[in-house]
């Protein structure tokens, strides 16, 4: 499983993410820059942002999105403001401006509506805002959301739709998981104490039945999307900043590792930036997979469960294409089904 390795970042990654064929990774990074990659071969299609005066972010870029049509891109910052973009020609077609970072953004299945969180600072709550999206002509959008979630208490962190994009799921500073009713806006379900520590990342199963969560807390969790029960704990020995569930394989993928400022003593294995492999059934750790130089701070996987990626601290990213003993072999023998690939 030989990496591709893409280089393009001046500083380290916050957000990559596949689109839905998986030909394309889009990386987000504190440079203030958005690249856009080919998964095959690790060649940069290109670049959102980074000339002056070309509409793009002046700041940290925390968040990226890609509808599924791989149509349009929409980005959050440091700057204070959200922006879409096209993704054939890179232009900034819409910002939207904020009191607060953008530090999360979302589109839904319909790829007609995209959520934000804001973040709390100086005075200001968190808040999550929902808008409408028009395609058709994609320079005047509204900069009224259809709906405004402000929150009090513990402010979100992280978030992803639902199915059917009737809810969203919320990770936050404390811990806390919570979902939210889209029309209404209102908490319809809340686990306080879900996670010890921030949550870091929030990603969705396949079929959207279930998703995983990060934490600073050492751990990572899979929760059911409609009750939010727990139903899987994979404690580890490292803050966990992402997390992300294998399609095809019974497996999880977490990254993480101390930062530099709290690492101690240098072992062989200092800060563990290590991709790692759990299995999800069992919750027994299964693979590691070295490489990056600093903590990994997000995970991909691709959507057919062909690759993964990572980005890290390092502003590096790394592409995986996993190898065909990887879809056959079965840690636990005969306890696992055979799978065709």
């Known amino acids: 499983m030989k990496p591709i390795i893409l280089q ?19 990386s987000a990074s504190k440079d203030s820059v958005v690249n856009a990659w080919f998964t095959s071969n690790g060649e940069r299609l290109g670049t959102f942002g980074g000339i002056k005066g070309d509409g793009g972010h002046n700041g940290t870029v925390w968040t990226v999105a890609v509808d599924s049509q791989t149509r349009f891109l929409i980005t959050g910052a440091a700057d204070n403001t959200m922006k879409l973009w096209e993704i054939a020609t890179g232009k900034c077609l819409f910002t939207w401006e904020f009191l607060t970072a953008v530090k999360r953004v979302a589109w839904n299945e319909d790829d007609d509506t995209i959520l934000s969180i804001t973040e709390q600072r100086s005075g200001q709550p968190s808040i999550i805002r929902i808008y409408k999206i028009n395609r058709d002509e994609p320079t005047s959008q509204t900069t009224t ?14 978030a992803l739709w639902t199915p059917l994009s009737e809810y969203i799921l919320t990770g936050h500073e404390s811990g806390k998981v ?3 009713d889209v029309k209404s806006g209102e908490e319809v379900n809340y686990v306080d104490d879900a996670h010890s520590g921030e949550i870091t990342d929030i990603q969705s199963s396949p079929d959207g039945t279930y998703f995983i969560t990060s934490s600073k807390d050492k751990t990572a969790r899979i929760f059911d999307s409609e009750t939010l029960e727990e139903m899987k704990v994979f404690p580890t020995e490292t803050p966990l900043n992402s997390a992300c569930i294998a399609p095809l394989r019974p ?3 977490l990254g993480g590792g101390q930062d530099a400022m709290s690492v101690t003593t240098t072992s062989q294995r200092a800060g563990k930036f290590e991709s790692r492999f759990w299995h999800k059934l069992f919750e027994e750790e299964v693979g590691r997979v070295k490489g990056h130089f600093g903590p990994i701070n997000t995970l991909a996987v691709h959507p057919q469960g062909k690759a993964y990626a990572s980005g890290a601290e390092d502003g590096f990213v790394r592409v995986h294409w996993f190898d065909e003993s990887y879809f056959r072999s079965r840690p636990f023998g005969d306890l696992e089904p055979e799978v065709e690939v």
């Open 145 to 158: 959301p259809i709906t405004t979630m402000t929150l009090s208490g513990s402010k979100a962190t992280v």
């Open 178 to 180: 919570a979902k939210y």
């Open 251 to 253: 497996y999880i993928i």
């Open 8 to 26: 393009g970042h001046e500083r380290s990654l916050t957000q990559i993410v596949f689109n839905s064929e998986g030909d394309l990774l889009f």
